[in-house]
């Protein structure tokens, strides 16, 4: 059972978040022959105030 874990920034649409996991589900099913009915993508979107980077957070930018 494949399990792709996506870590964003917060403020993408739902139709992006769609989008993502189709096509991410899309390339296991056909690059490493994964069935489709058991891929899992579990979007975790993280608040800008709780993500740095380069020393900052992302919500200072």
Same mark, same amino acid.
């Given at each position: 059972m494949?399990v =792709?874990? =996506?870590h964003?920034k917060? *403020? %993408?649409t =739902?139709e992006?978040k769609r989008?993502? =996991? @189709? %096509?991410i589900?899309?390339s296991l099913?056909?690059?490493a *022959? $994964?069935? %489709? @009915?058991?891929?899992?993508?579990i979007?975790? @979107?993280?608040?800008g105030?709780n993500? *740095?980077? $380069? *020393?900052?957070?992302?919500?200072d930018d």
């Amino acid at each position: 059972m494949p399990v =792709v874990q =996506v870590h964003l920034k917060a *403020g %993408r649409t =739902v139709e992006q978040k769609r989008q993502l =996991v @189709e %096509r991410i589900t899309d390339s296991l099913v056909e690059i490493a *022959g $994964a069935n %489709r @009915e058991r891929v899992h993508v579990i979007i975790d @979107e993280v608040p800008g105030d709780n993500w *740095g980077r $380069a *020393g900052r957070l992302l919500s200072d930018d």
